[in-house]
């Protein structure tokens, strides 16, 4: 398979007021978080919340700044989420591909809305018991 890039929005949502970013994203269901470049979080005027200790494939690891609070949107879904500050694009990662319920179709080499829950994003909450009367 390719990769898949898409088309998202991103905006600071404690900052309504600040203007959102539209960014062409890396679509990977193998990397865990969001990831945007400095300048990103910069016009966001994202707050860096910790410091995360990232390896990369090639072994090297750095110290990144762990940003939020950050509200992504693609298809009309959204996720509220944390991002990692680096590299020069925006990577879109598997949890906040969860939250949107979205995923990646191999066939058509793109990123599709849940063909499960087409209109609505879903979750699965497994371990919750629901009360009954």
């Keep these: 398979m ?12 404690a900052r309504p007021d600040l203007e959102e970013v539209d960014a062409k994203a890396l679509v990977d269901s193998g990397a865990i978080d969001l990831c945007i470049p400095k300048l990103v979080a910069l016009q966001l005027k994202l707050q860096t919340m910790e410091q995360r200790m990232v390896t990369y494939a090639d072994g090297r690891s750095e110290l990144v700044d762990y940003v939020g609070p950050v509200l992504v949107e693609v298809f009309g879904r959204k996720a509220f989420t944390g991002a990692m500050v680096m590299g020069n694009q925006v990577l879109l990662g598997a949890i906040p591909m969860e939250s949107m319920d979205v995923l990646i179709d ?3 080499q793109q990123l599709i809305p849940n063909p499960d829950h087409p209109n609505v994003p879903g979750a699965l909450a497994m371990g919750f018991r629901t009360s009954r009367p």
């Design 106 to 108: 191999p066939r058509g």
């Design 2 to 13: 390719g990769l898949v890039y898409q088309q998202i929005r991103i905006a600071n949502a």
